[in-house]
Nanobody, 122 residues
Framework: VQLQASGGGLVQAGDSLRLSCGAS????????MGWFRQAPGKEREFVTGISKSGGTVEADSVSGRFTISRDNAKNTVYLQMNSLKPEDTAVYYCAASSELQVPTVSWLYDYWGQGTQVTVSS
């Protein structure tokens, strides 16, 4: 599975942004998908994920602001980010996992996209 993330950019605090992650191959529907982010000088952290069946998990820091969704017909997972804050600034990565449930740790993901930069100015 090859993943391609897109949609990042420079926005102001309070704005919204939608990231997309397109996947190659016909097995996209068999993977749980996750979004991680990494800010400068910090470790990569779990943001949110969606299982094969559509169940979602999100980090407390984005709960109520970020929403993950998937369109299996388009082999794409989305991350809708609302009420963005400067602390959301990071490189955002999408990842695919063969786990049944959504993993919240990076080492349980099998495939990674290249990352897309999100910068939120105050």
């Amino acid at each position: 599975v090859q993943l391609q993330a897109s949609g990042g950019g420079l926005v102001q605090a309070g704005d919204s942004l939608r990231l997309s992650c397109g996947a190659s191959g016909r097995t996209f529907a068999l993977y749980a998908m996750g979004w991680f982010r990494q800010a400068p000088g910090k470790e990569r952290e779990f943001v949110t994920g969606i299982s094969k069946s559509g169940g979602t998990v999100e980090a407390d820091s984005v709960s109520g602001r970020f929403t993950i969704s998937r369109d299996n017909a388009k082999n794409t997972v989305y991350l809708q980010m609302n009420s963005l804050k400067p602390e959301d600034t990071a490189v955002y990565y999408c990842a695919a996992s063969s786990e049944l449930q959504v993993p919240t740790v990076s080492w349980l993901y099998d495939y990674w996209g290249q990352g897309t930069q999100v910068t939120v100015s105050s």
